[in-house]
C-alpha cells in the first residue's frame, strides 16, 4: 500500500520507519526537513513532560524507552546514549506516574541531591542528539526505501489526490492543515554549552520557579530551559540566558564556569491530549499522530507502532 506520511520530525521519521518495515510503500513529505524542524531543538531525554492521556503514554513511553535502549547498543552513529541522574524537589514527593516506563526507578539518596533539594528520584534514561539522531533516521528510512519530499502540504483533500490514506504527523501544523485549535504553542529555550560540566542528567520540574535541568551529551551539554504557553516567536531572547544560567547553577558542582555555544528555540505542541487515531471521510483515512506536547522523541516509537497497527 502508498501511504503519505507528513511531516518530517521525529514523529514522522519514526511512523515512515515502522511502516516501511511492515512492507509499505512510503513517502514523507514536509514543509521544514531536519535540521529545521522543531524535533531538532529537543533537548533530548526520554522523560513524559507536559502530556497526556497518562495510562496511554506510560504504555507508548515505555515502548519507546526499549527501542531507544536497543538502538544505543547497535547503532552508535544515531547518537543515543543511557544516562543516570535524579529528578531533584525541594519538597517531600511521592513516586511519579511514569515511574513504571523506567526498568530502575528508585528512590534518590541525599547524597545524589544538590544543595537545597530535600526528596526526589534517580533512574537512567536515554540522552538523544537530536542532529545526529535525526539524520540516522532519514538514512535508515531510505535504506528502506522511504522517498523524502520537501513540499508543503495544505490540505488532507490535496494528500488524498496521491495517497488514499494518510499519516498526519504535522505537530503544531496539524492547526491548520486539520483546523485543530486545541493546539498551542509551549516555547521553550535551552543553551548549548561545551563541554559538558556534569556526567549525570539533572532536573528541578519546579513551574513556579522556572524549568531547570542540566544533560549531558558526548561532547557537549543542554541547560534548560522555558516554558511559555501561547508565544509563537523563534527569535532567541537575550534575556533568557540569564535566567537559565541562574536556575541551571544550583544543578551543577559548585564553581561551575560554563561556555555557552549556541542558544535556541523550539516550539513544543501543546494539547489536553495526544491525538492518535483513525477517521474516515468519504472512503479515505488519516491517521492523526501530534499533540505530544514536550515529549515527542519520548513517546515517538510506542506512537508509531500503534500507527502501524491502526493500518492494519
Known amino acids: 500500500m502508498f501511504i503519505l506520511v507528513l511531516g518530517c520530525g521525529v514523529s514522522g521519521l519514526t511512523c515512515g520507519i515502522r511502516l516501511a518495515e511492515a512492507g509499505h510503500t512510503v513517502e514523507i513529505r514536509a514543509r521544514e526537513l531536519p535540521p529545521h524542524t522543531t524535533s531538532d531543538v529537543a533537548a533530548a531525554v526520554?522523560?513524559?513532560?507536559?502530556?497526556?492521556?497518562?495510562?496511554?503514554?506510560?504504555?507508548?513511553?515505555?515502548?519507546?524507552?526499549?527501542?531507544?535502549?536497543?538502538?544505543?547498543?547497535?547503532?552508535?552513529?544515531?547518537?543515543?546514549?543511557?544516562?543516570?541522574?535524579?529528578?531533584?524537589?525541594?519538597?517531600?514527593?511521592?513516586?511519579?506516574?511514569?515511574?513504571?516506563?523506567?526498568?530502575?526507578?528508585?528512590?534518590?539518596?541525599?547524597?545524589?541531591?544538590?544543595?537545597?533539594?530535600?526528596?526526589?528520584?534517580?533512574?537512567?534514561?536515554?540522552?538523544?542528539?537530536?542532529?545526529?539522531?535525526?539524520?540516522?533516521?532519514?538514512?535508515?528510512?531510505?535504506?528502506?526505501?522511504?522517498?523524502?519530499?520537501?513540499?508543503?502540504?495544505?490540505?488532507?483533500?490535496?494528500?488524498?489526490?496521491?495517497?488514499?490514506?494518510?499519516?498526519?504527523c504535522t505537530g503544531l501544523g496539524a492547526r491548520a492543515l486539520v483546523g485543530d485549535e486545541t493546539l498551542y504553542p509551549v516555547r521553550g529555550e535551552v543553551l548549548r554549552v561545551e563541554p559538558s560540566p556534569v556526567g549525570r542528567f539533572v532536573f528541578d520540574a519546579d513551574e513556579k520557579a522556572g524549568v531547570a535541568y542540566v544533560i549531558p551529551r558526548a561532547t557537549d551539554c543542554i541547560l534548560g530551559g522555558t516554558t511559555e504557553e501561547g508565544r509563537w516567536s523563534l527569535e532567541p531572547d537575550p534575556a533568557q540566558v540569564e535566567g537559565i544560567l541562574a536556575r541551571t547553577a544550583p544543578l551543577l558542582p559548585p564553581g561551575t564556569r560554563v561556555h555557552v555555544v549556541e542558544h535556541k528555540v523550539g516550539l513544543r505542541p501543546g494539547r489536553p491530549a495526544v491525538r492518535l487515531e483513525a477517521e474516515d471521510v468519504g472512503g479515505r483515512r488519516v491517521i492523526h499522530n501530534y499533540g505530544h506536547g514536550g515529549a515527542g522523541v519520548t513517546l515517538s516509537w510506542g506512537c508509531a507502532e500503534e500507527v502501524v497497527s491502526l493500518v492494519r
Open 46 to 168: 526520554w522523560y513524559p513532560y507536559r502530556v497526556y492521556p497518562q495510562e496511554l503514554v506510560n504504555a507508548w513511553g515505555r515502548r519507546s524507552y526499549e527501542v531507544f535502549q536497543a538502538l544505543g547498543r547497535e547503532h552508535p552513529e544515531a547518537g543515543i546514549l543511557m544516562v543516570s541522574g535524579v529528578d531533584a524537589f525541594r519538597t517531600p514527593v511521592q513516586d511519579p506516574w511514569w515511574r513504571d516506563g523506567v526498568p530502575d526507578f528508585r528512590r534518590a539518596t541525599a547524597e545524589e541531591l544538590p544543595p537545597g533539594f530535600v526528596d526526589g528520584y534517580g533512574f537512567s534514561a536515554p540522552v538523544i542528539e537530536m542532529p545526529r539522531y535525526l539524520r540516522f533516521l532519514m538514512d535508515r528510512f531510505r535504506a528502506l526505501g522511504g522517498r523524502i519530499v520537501q513540499r508543503e502540504v495544505r490540505s488532507l483533500e490535496e494528500a488524498w489526490v496521491d495517497a488514499p490514506l494518510v499519516i498526519n
